[in-house]
């Protein structure tokens, strides 16, 4: 027990307290007009999750190993179901009700993807193409169905995801090279069979000021709020934009723009450092881990972590469409802040079982 | 190890060197575009934000009121209710505007309107659904305010005019700013003045506008004020106006058209200045609708004109007190002398008759102006000359505007020996000067100009440039040099002509409070056209009818007032304007306590 505590990374858990920290600060600012209930709420979750990631930090990833078929099965399944059950939110159905928790299959399909990828080419690699042919099965099953609820952004997350996946699986270059070859060629494709509001978002994305008022609107406001912190900001609860609610969206996707607005130029690179180390700790591990399937699990992690900030940051600062995707450890929202802990976690966890029993260690290595 | 694992973590490690520098490179992309929002653009998107949140709220100023010389009210601000609906925030519109439609009374086709304003509108601003309510209409609404959300009921002011058309020539009307006021720094919503005292006294009547910046949240919801600089009000506005006198003026003259001027005789102060007929200068203020305003300007009576001051008349026999003074002044032997009137004057081929058919025999100055001669003023006029006549009207003050600055004014028209008609210049013929000599042909002269001579006349020969505002000391435009003896001969006929027997206004003018004197003025409107034509129907002849004038000064003995009354198509100066004159005698004499005299005069 005090081994697994002593053997965890300590640069990992600094950076995820502080960025505990800074999340919970920043969206105690977006909600604390109506009310801080939302914000207890938050405050839960972190609980709830940083029970589940010290509990993850003692199952040996064997077990992960074990677990991630039958998660992969149950998830697709209740993929299925969101046509038939599922709640419409937003002209959409991706939520299925469990009763105390909304719970989105789709995002959750994300990271047991990732999982069950980096169990399929722990003894395999993408570079045979009977391998990776069954490795794509996997990715478009599910890709399909994320596709129809219709949730073109997951969709795309879910897919870029897997294939830098293959990449780190041993994908070789030729390979990689065609298949972004084939994905713009599909462009044109995917264009004549987006919805219109998803048209709207590209468009919109391409010239903000085309509908100020309306797909624009988001986008124009939070670069407004970005900017006009500085380089020191407005000041903690002292942000016009989100104060007066001219920021859309303020504890959820666009939750940084209330953090670059009040805390400036300081503190929004302090967020970006914090994201830099932490992106840069786990690729530290995959690289030490005992085995490939815990360096794959590393990297997949730090793949949709990667995505995510990029995504969500992007977007926020006007350089990517619209895209929903929380800002990790930030923005609100429980199913989302428990799974990243749990991510986390079995990184956490290769890394513990690292330390000491090195399995797989390049020959001429210091470590060796 | 074999070679094959060892190739694979190999490519592994490459893999994951790759990923390192792809994680750098997109962070970098990132905190670029951060330095590129958060410096290098932070001055223009702060601007932007606090745009977004200042809202700069502009305080109008409150009207200067305008009262009369006793301090009765003559342009009020009355306070009314406004009643606005952001529509975002009615939660079921058809019961609320039923509501509404109920308590207001309103038609089916004002709801249908109000619909389609809210309609076009944005939902989180308010519309305007209803202006100028009065309390009792408002306070239904605002005593519910809880059960409609959205509604809100505000008050303002808006102006009002007790008189209404009794003052609507001389106070005007005012009307939303136009372009060239918005320039001048006056908001599109403020209203100024348009005619009349309203306009004249614009700037000290309308105050400058305020502003309030205030912080506003997304929904255009005020947060908090900021800074409040106060609007400076207009300042109160006290008239010389007798607001009785306009009314008993205009009571005299009923429902006939014409003008009333009465002046203080001292100081050149407008006492009452009344045009008939009038419009409802609060139609302009509730928003006048344009047919309305077709019906005034294409109404054959001209209710818009200011016949006190914007039109000009023949000034018909009144003028020939002007004439006779003419020939005191420049020695004209019939002045002093005396001649026949046998009922007309042979003229070359033409014959200029006297209104007495009978003719006034024996006259001299005084007789031809209580008995208003014509013959005689024939000869006069022709022994001074058309250019004596001129210089003589324009030392009065005839042919100018009197410079009381309420616009447009007529100067009227004093024509001279050279003179052009129709863009052309030709001869002065002899004849027209003895028309001239009667106050009759070319010759055109305002109410108040008559009036202000009267005053002149009265006062010694002080020229006044009559005013508008109460308690201004006299301005003297010029002092007339003329010897006291002529003075009072003019004078004297001016009385003789309501105490003789033959005296024009004899009748009408007798047992007053107060001695006045006076000259009447009966001008033809068509020369000649009653004796040739047979009218058939009153209308036409009414078109026809002479214009009646009556001018004069009272009391005879330490004048006070001077006034001018002119009846449109009126007929006799005698009979139909005389009897204004004398109403307004008897309300000036009865108001005027004599301990209000002695005061006055000490």
Redesign the interface.
Same mark, same amino acid.
């Given at each position: 027990m005090i081994s697994t505590l002593k053997r965890m990374d300590i640069m990992l858990i600094l950076c995820l307290l502080s960025l505990a920290a800074l999340g919970l600060t920043t969206l105690y600012a977006a909600v604390h007009q109506g009310g801080i209930e939302l914000w207890q709420r938050q405050v839960i979750y972190w609980l709830l999750g940083l029970g589940l990631f010290f509990v993850i930090c003692f199952i040996p990833l064997r077990m992960a190993g074990l677990f991630a078929w039958p998660v992969y099965a149950l998830t697709l399944i209740a993929l299925a179901l969101v046509p038939l059950l599922g709640d419409v939110q937003m002209g959409a159905r991706r939520w299925l009700n469990l009763g105390i928790i909304h719970f989105q299959p789709s995002e959750l399909m994300k990271w047991v993807l990732m999982l069950v990828l980096a169990h399929w080419f722990a003894s395999r690699t993408a570079a045979s193409f009977k391998d990776l042919c069954m490795a794509l099965v996997f990715i478009l099953a599910p890709a399909a169905m994320i596709v129809l609820q219709p949730d073109l952004g997951t969709t795309l997350v879910l897919l870029s995801a897997a294939a830098i996946m293959l990449f780190a699986a041993g994908l070789s270059w030729r390979w990689a090279a065609c298949g972004l070859a084939a994905i713009l060629a599909a462009l044109p494709v995917l264009w004549h069979n987006m919805h219109t509001y998803q048209k709207q978002r590209v468009l919109s994305f391409l010239d903000p000021q085309s509908d100020p008022l309306g797909t624009g609107y988001h986008v124009i406001q939070s670069t407004i709020a970005i900017g006009s912190g500085g380089i020191f900001g407005k000041g903690y609860l002292h942000g016009t934009q989100a104060r007066l609610h001219f920021l859309p969206e303020q504890h959820t996707d666009f939750i940084f723009a209330v953090l670059a607005e009040e805390g400036g130029l300081i503190a929004s690179s302090l967020l970006l450092l914090l994201y830099g180390v932490m992106i840069s700790r786990m690729l530290t591990i995959a690289g030490r881990a005992p085995t490939r399937f815990g360096g794959l699990i590393c990297i997949g992690v730090a793949i949709i972590f990667t995505l995510y900030v990029c995504i969500n940051i992007g977007m926020v600062m006007g350089i990517l469409p619209v895209v929903g995707v929380p800002l990790p450890f930030i923005s609100y929202g429980g199913s989302a802040l428990i799974t990243m802990l749990a991510a986390l976690a079995l990184v956490m966890r290769v890394g513990i079982e690292s330390k000491g029993r090195v399995y797989w260690q390049r020959p001429g290595s210091p470590l060796a | 190890?074999n070679s094959s694992t !060892?190739e $694979?973590?190999?490519?592994?490690?490459r893999? /994951?060197l790759f990923?390192?520098i792809m #994680?750098?490179v997109? !962070?970098l $992309?990132?905190?670029s575009?951060?330095?590129d /929002?958060?410096?290098l653009?932070?001055e #223009?998107?702060?601007l932007?934000?606090?745009q977004?949140?200042m809202n700069v709220v502009p305080i109008l100023p409150t009207r200067g009121e305008i009262v009369d010389r006793n301090g009765s009210g003559l342009a009020v601000n009355r306070i009314s209710w406004q009643l606005t609906l952001i529509p975002e925030r009615a939660e079921h519109m058809d019961t609320l505007l039923a509501d509404l439609q109920q308590t207001l009374h309103w038609g089916k086709a004002r709801v249908k309107r109000i619909l389609s304003r809210i309609r076009h509108a944005r939902k989180d601003r308010p519309v305007l659904l209803a202006d100028k309510l009065t309390w009792k209409q408002a306070a239904p609404i605002a005593a519910r305010l809880h059960m409609l959300p959205g509604i809100d009921v505000q008050a303002g002011t808006h102006r009002f005019y007790p008189y209404g058309e009794l003052t609507s020539h001389l106070i005007g009307y005012l009307s939303l700013a136009g372009p060239r006021d918005v320039r001048a720094g006056i908001l599109p919503t403020e209203k100024v003045g348009r005619s009349g005292v309203e306009r004249l006294f614009e700037s000290r009547l309308h105050g400058r506008t305020g502003a309030q910046d205030e912080?506003?949240?997304?929904?255009g919801r005020r947060?908090r004020v900021f800074r409040r600089k106060p609007p400076l009000m207009g300042t109160q506005l006290r008239l010389s106006l007798d607001i009785g006198l306009q009314q008993t003026a205009a009571r005299a003259l009923g429902s006939r058209t014409g003008a009333v001027v009465v002046l203080d005789v001292r100081t050149g102060a407008v006492l009452a200045l009344l045009s008939q007929p009038g419009f409802a200068p609060n139609r302009f203020i509730t928003g006048l609708e344009t047919e309305q305003w077709k019906a005034w300007v294409d109404d054959n009576q001209h209710p818009l004109l200011n016949r006190t001051l914007q039109a000009a008349y023949p000034p018909a026999s009144t003028f020939k007190l002007l004439v006779g003074m003419a020939g005191l002044q420049h020695h004209a032997p019939l002045a002093t002398g005396a001649t026949q009137c046998p009922g007309y004057l042979e003229l070359a081929d033409r014959k200029l008759r006297c209104w007495k058919k009978q003719g006034h025999k024996h006259v001299d100055l005084h007789k031809a102006l209580v008995q208003s001669c014509d013959v005689y003023f024939y000869k006069l006029g022709d022994q001074l000359g058309m250019k004596a006549i001129r210089d003589e009207a324009e030392l009065w003050g005839f042919g100018q505007h009197t410079g009381i600055r309420l616009t447009p004014e007529a100067s009227g028209v004093i024509p001279g020996e050279v003179w052009r008609q129709g863009g052309r210049t030709r001869k002065w013929f002899r004849g027209e000067t003895m028309i001239a000599a009667i106050g009759q042909g070319a010759i055109n002269v305002t109410p108040l100009q008559l009036a202000r001579f009267a005053a002149a006349i009265a006062n010694g020969g002080k020229l006044l440039t009559p005013h508008l505002q109460a308690g201004l000391p006299p301005e003297v435009l010029r002092v007339i040099d003329i010897k006291p003896q002529y003075l009072d001969i003019i004078r004297k006929a001016m009385r003789g002509v309501v105490t003789e027997q033959h005296g024009t206004a004899h009748y009408p003018l007798s047992n007053l409070p107060w001695q006045v004197a006076g000259k009447t003025g009966t001008a033809q409107v068509i020369a000649k056209a009653q004796d040739d034509e047979q009218l058939s129907n009153v209308a036409q002849q009414n078109k026809y009818k002479d214009h009646a004038w009556f001018m004069g000064y009272a009391p005879y003995k330490n004048p006070r007032i001077a006034f001018a009354v002119f009846v449109e198509h009126g007929g006799h100066g005698g009979s139909a304007a005389a009897p204004v004159a004398a109403a307004i005698v008897r309300a000036m004499a009865a108001t005027t306590t004599p301990a209000v005299a002695a005061k006055e005069q000490g």
């Open positions: - | 190890m !060892l $694979v973590r190999n490519r592994f490690d893999r /994951l990923f390192r #994680g750098v997109l !962070l $992309v990132l905190a575009r951060l330095i /929002l958060q410096w653009q932070y #223009g998107l702060f932007q934000a606090e977004n949140r912080e506003v949240d997304v929904h947060i």
